[in-house]
C-alpha cells in the first residue's frame, strides 16, 4: 500500500517529529511521517506556550535553520512578551502565548507546504532490522514500510502511563491517546538501555468561574514583534493573563492528601523534572515557602478555559477541586479537565552520538522527551536536528554538529550525549559558556551559514537572509563612521534619559550608553540606511558589547583549539592504565569524538586528561593511533 522506499521515516507528529520530517524533506530525502493520530500534529499537549528563557532562543534558532516552531507560534498566539528585558541581551527571551486549538492546525499546514513530506496515520510497532542496520518500520496493521533511516520521536507514549490518584494508573501517551507498547519491548530486545521519567499536567479550568478582578493582570508587549524573521503575516487580537497565589490553606490541602497523590503515595517511581515540579513537589521540598506563583493562561481565542500553571498534580480529582478553590479568586472554579501525572520510558542519551544517531545500531536516530528531556522547544531542537542528519546520511552527505559556541541546541545536544541527564533535562542561559554570543536576537546571523551549506532554507529564505547580512554590515558600517551633531543626537538622548552631548559623536559610541536605541539614531540621521526592526537589535547589541564580544570570542576560540582534537574512534579506553579506572569506564560508554568532549563527561578529572594526551602522543610515536 505504501509502495515507496523511503529515504526517512519518522515515527511521531509532536514537535519533534515534525521538524525532523521537514527538516529531512528540505534536505531532498523522500519523507514518511508516520503517527497514531494525524489530527494531533504539533499538539500541545501542556501548556499553550512557546519559547521563555533560553527556550525563546531555540525558538529563533530552529527559525534560522528552517524549521517551522516560530512560523506556527506567530500564526497561533495571542500574547507576545520578551522576557528579562531589565537585564543584559543575552538573557532577553521571546515568549508567545498561543491559541491551543490554532497552533496544531497551523503546524499541519506547513508540514503539508513541504510536499516531499508523506503522512501516514498507523500505530509502529516494531523496527526493521537486517544486518545489525534499522531499515523500516512495522505498523499495527501489518504494514511493512521500508527506509534507509528511521528517526523514533515518540514522546511520552513508551509504555506511558497516566496516573490521577492512587491506584496503578492507565495505559495512554497522552490523555485520550493510547500508549506505545510493543515497539518499547523489541527497544529492550536489541539492548538499549531504558530508565523512566515523569512529568505531569494541572487541571483546566473554566474562565468564567474565576474572579479575574481579584488576580494580577499580565498584558503582553505593545511592540508587534515576532518569533520568525521570514514571514510577517497579520496577528491574531492579544490576551491578557493572569497572575495568582496559593495559600496556607493550599498547603494545608496538599498536606493531609500527599497519600492520596500517585507520586508520594508510591505509584509513580520515574523521577521528575526539578524546574516545573507538582504541588506535590513545591509543597514537601520548599517547606518555608509563604506561598506560590500561579500562572492563569488562556487557552485560545474562542473558548472560556484556562490553562492553570504551576498547579501540575497527581492527586484525586475532589483533591484538585479542593486545591484549587484555596487560591484567592477562584473559590468557585470548576476544573474542566483535571491534572494528571504521566511516567514513560525514556533512553539515557549517552547512548547517542552528536548526530543524535543511536551509537550501537545503524540507521536509527532518536530526538524529544525519549532523550530525557522536556519542553517543546528542546524537543524540537532535537527533532530539526535528527531529521536534518538522517536525511544527510540517507543522501551521503556531511552531517550537522552544531558546537557550543554556535547554538543553544549545540549545548544541549553535547550535554545530553556526554554528560547524560538522570532528571529531565531543561535548558537554560546558565548552560551555555557563550551566551552573549547566542543571543536570540543574533540567530539567523550564527546559523545562517550552517544552514545554507546543508539545505535546509528555500531560495525565498535565502535572498531574505543576504539583504540581511548585506543590511546589517551597512549600519555596522554608518554606525562606525557617521558622528551626529548635538542637534541631531538629543532626541534620542533625551528619550534614553542621558547627558546630552556638547560635540559631534559617533553613533557607535553613543550606543554605548545603556538605554540609547538605534533606531532613534537611524531616526536622526537622514543619510542613514533602513533596517529591520528585527535585525537593528542584533546590531545595537553587536555594537554595544563590542568588547565583551571580542573576548568572548577569542575564548570560545581557545576552547575550540582544545575541542578539536580528535579522539580515535576505536581507541581502547580499557587498555589505558595510567587513566583512572572511573574515568576509563566512563570514556569506554560515552566514546566521545573530541578531548574537549571527553573533559566535561562527568567523573573525568583533569588530570585523566592529561593523561590521555600522553598516551595519545605515545602511540602516535609508534604508529598505533588509529583515525
Not at 521515516?9 to 527538516?23: D, F, L, R
Amino acid at each position: 500500500m505504501i509502495g515507496t522506499e523511503f529515504d526517512v521515516v519518522v515515527i511521531g507528529g509532536g514537535h519533534a517529529g515534525t521538524e525532523a520530517a521537514c527538516a529531512a524533506e528540505r534536505i531532498g530525502a523522500r519523507v514518511l511521517l508516520v503517527t497514531g493520530n494525524l489530527g494531533a500534529l504539533g499538539q500541545m499537549s501542556c501548556n499553550p506556550a512557546i519559547g521563555g528563557v533560553a527556550k525563546g532562543t531555540v525558538v529563533r534558532e530552529i527559525d534560522a535553520l528552517g524549521g517551522i516552531m516560530a512560523r506556527a507560534g506567530d500564526r497561533a498566539r495571542i500574547q507576545f512578551r520578551m522576557l528579562n528585558r531589565s537585564k543584559g541581551p543575552a538573557v532577553w527571551a521571546p515568549r508567545v502565548q498561543c491559541d491551543r486549538h490554532r497552533y496544531p492546525e497551523v503546524v499541519r499546514e506547513l508540514v503539508e507546504q513541504h510536499s516531499g513530506v508523506r503522512l501516514f496515520q498507523g500505530i509502529v510497532t516494531g523496527l526493521i532490522i537486517r544486518n545489525g542496520r534499522v531499515c523500516g518500520v512495522r505498523t499495527r496493521e501489518g504494514v511493512e514500510i521500508s527506509a534507509r533511516n528511521v528517526v523514533l520521536t515518540t514522546g511520552t507514549f513508551l509504555r506511558g502511563r497516566i496516573h490521577i490518584g492512587t491506584g496503578s494508573g492507565v495505559p495512554g501517551g497522552r490523555a485520550g491517546d493510547p500508549a506505545t507498547v510493543e515497539l518499547a519491548h523489541q527497544m529492550d530486545d536489541i539492548g538499549v538501555e531504558t530508565a523512566r521519567f515523569k512529568t505531569g499536567t494541572p487541571p483546566r479550568i473554566d474562565g468564567r468561574s474565576v474572579d479575574l478582578a481579584r488576580l494580577q493582570r499580565q498584558d503582553g508587549d505593545e511592540e508587534h514583534l515576532r518569533l520568525s524573521v521570514w514571514t510577517r503575516e497579520p496577528l491574531l487580537p492579544q490576551r491578557p493573563c493572569w497572575i495568582a497565589w496559593t495559600t496556607d490553606r493550599t498547603r494545608a490541602c496538599v498536606e493531609d492528601a500527599l497519600s492520596q497523590s500517585a507520586l508520594y503515595g508510591g505509584e509513580i517511581a520515574g523521577r521528575g523534572p526539578r524546574y516545573c515540579p507538582s504541588i506535590e513537589d513545591k509543597v514537601v521540598r520548599f517547606p518555608d515557602a509563604e506561598r506560590h506563583q500561579l500562572f492563569l493562561e488562556p487557552e485560545g481565542l474562542y473558548t472560556t478555559e484556562i490553562y492553570l500553571n504551576g498547579l501540575s498534580t497527581s492527586l484525586p480529582l475532589d483533591v484538585q477541586e479542593a486545591v484549587v478553590r484555596s487560591v484567592p479568586g477562584l473559590e468557585q472554579a470548576v476544573i474542566t479537565r483535571p491534572g494528571y501525572a504521566i511516567e514513560y520510558d525514556y533512553y539515557p542519551p549517552h547512548q547517542l552520538d552528536a548526530t543524535l544517531r543511536l551509537k550501537e545500531m545503524e540507521g536509527l536516530y532518536l530526538a524529544g522527551q525519549i532523550n530525557g528531556t522536556t519542553g517543546y522547544e528542546e524537543a524540537a531542537g532535537q527533532g530539526l536536528l535528527a531529521g536534518a542528519n538522517a536525511a544527510l546520511d540517507a543522501l551521503e552527505k556531511e552531517p550537522v554538529v552544531l558546537e557550543r559556541d554556535e547554538a543553544f541546541i549545540g549545548v544541549m545536544v553535547d550535554d545530553l550525549v556526554t554528560r547524560g541527564t538522570d532528571e529531565p533535562y531543561r535548558l537554560f542561559t546558565s548552560r551555555a559558556e557563550f551566551r552573549l554570543l547566542l543571543r536570540q536576537d543574533n540567530a539567523h546571523t550564527r546559523l545562517g551559514q550552517i544552514a545554507e551549506k546543508a539545505g535546509l532554507l528555500t531560495e525565498r529564505q535565502l535572498e531574505s537572509l543576504r539583504v540581511r547580512r548585506e543590511q546589517r554590515a551597512e549600519t555596522l558600517g554608518w554606525a562606525r563612521a557617521t558622528s551626529l551633531t548635538p542637534e541631531e543626537a538629543g532626541p534620542a538622548l533625551e528619550a534614553a534619559d542621558t547627558v546630552q552631548i556638547a560635540e559631534p559623536t559617533r553613533v557607535d559610541r553613543l550606543l554605548r550608553r545603556p538605554k540609547v536605541r538605534i533606531r532613534d539614531l537611524l531616526a536622526a540621521s537622514a543619510a542613514a540606511p533602513t533596517l529591520d526592526p528585527d535585525a537593528a537589535t542584533e546590531v545595537e547589541n553587536d555594537l554595544r558589547y563590542e568588547g565583551y564580544l571580542v573576548r568572548e570570542r577569542e575564548r570560545a576560540e581557545q576552547v575550540r583549539r582544545r575541542e578539536h582534537l580528535p579522539l580515535p574512534a576505536s581507541l581502547a579506553y580499557e587498555s589505558l592504565q595510567t587513566v583512572s579506572t572511573e574515568a576509563r569506564q566512563k570514556l569506554s560508554r560515552i566514546r566521545p569524538r573530541t578531548i574537549g568532549q571527553a573533559a566535561r563527561i562527568p567523573g573525568v578529572r583533569p588530570t585523566d586528561i592529561q593523561s590521555l594526551l600522553v598516551e595519545l602522543r605515545r602511540r602516535e610515536l609508534v604508529g598505533e593511533r588509529s583515525t
